[in-house]
C-alpha cells in the first residue's frame, strides 16, 4: 500500500494543499483520507498518542519489516515537499530549523486556520482521475 496523507476535511486550508498537491504531484502514488474518516480513524486508534489529533498526517504503512510510521505537522508538511519534488524540494531546507520551531508555526497556522482561509462547506469531490486515490470517497473534502 502506498503512503496516505490524512487532511481535515472542514479545512478549507487543507482541502486546497490536497488540490495543491493533486496539480503538482509526479509520481501519483500518494493517497488520500480525511480525519474524519473511517480508515484514519482505525490508523489513529492504533496510535492512542495521536487521538483527537486535529492536524496533517503522512501514514506509511507497515511493510518489508517496518512498522507502519506517521509524520505529524511539519515534518508530514516536509515528507509533501519530498514527494512532490521538483521545486517543491527547495523547501526542504526548512529541515535545517529545530522540529519544535517548525511546529510552533505550524501550530500558530492551524491555530487560525480556519479564520484565514475559511471552512470547506460543501464536498468538492476529487478529480475524476484521481478518485480511486481517495479512502472514504463519500468524506472527501477537497
Known amino acids: 500500500m502506498s503512503p496516505?496523507?490524512?487532511?481535515?476535511?472542514?479545512?478549507?486550508?487543507?482541502?486546497?494543499?490536497?488540490?495543491?498537491?493533486?496539480?503538482?504531484?509526479?509520481?501519483r502514488t500518494l493517497r488520500f483520507a480525511s480525519l474524519e474518516g473511517a480508515f484514519a480513524r482505525s490508523v489513529l486508534a492504533r496510535h492512542p498518542g495521536l487521538q483527537g489529533l486535529d492536524t496533517v498526517v503522512w501514514y506509511e504503512p507497515a511493510g518489508q519489516g517496518r512498522p507502519e510510521r506517521l509524520l505529524t505537522r511539519s515534518a508530514a508538511v516536509l515528507k509533501v515537499l519530498r514527494y512532490l519534488g521538483g521545486p517543491w524540494r527547495l523547501g526542504l531546507v526548512a529541515a535545517a530549523i529545530p522540529r519544535a520551531w517548525r511546529d510552533a508555526v505550524y501550530r500558530l497556522v492551524a491555530r487560525h486556520r480556519r479564520r484565514l482561509f475559511g471552512r470547506a462547506d460543501s464536498c468538492a469531490l476529487p478529480p475524476h482521475a484521481a478518485r480511486h486515490r481517495f479512502l472514504d470517497e463519500r468524506q472527501a473534502t477537497i
Open 4 to 27: 496516505v496523507l490524512f487532511y481535515d476535511g472542514g479545512c478549507a486550508l487543507c482541502a486546497g494543499s490536497v488540490r495543491f498537491v493533486l496539480r503538482h504531484e509526479r509520481q
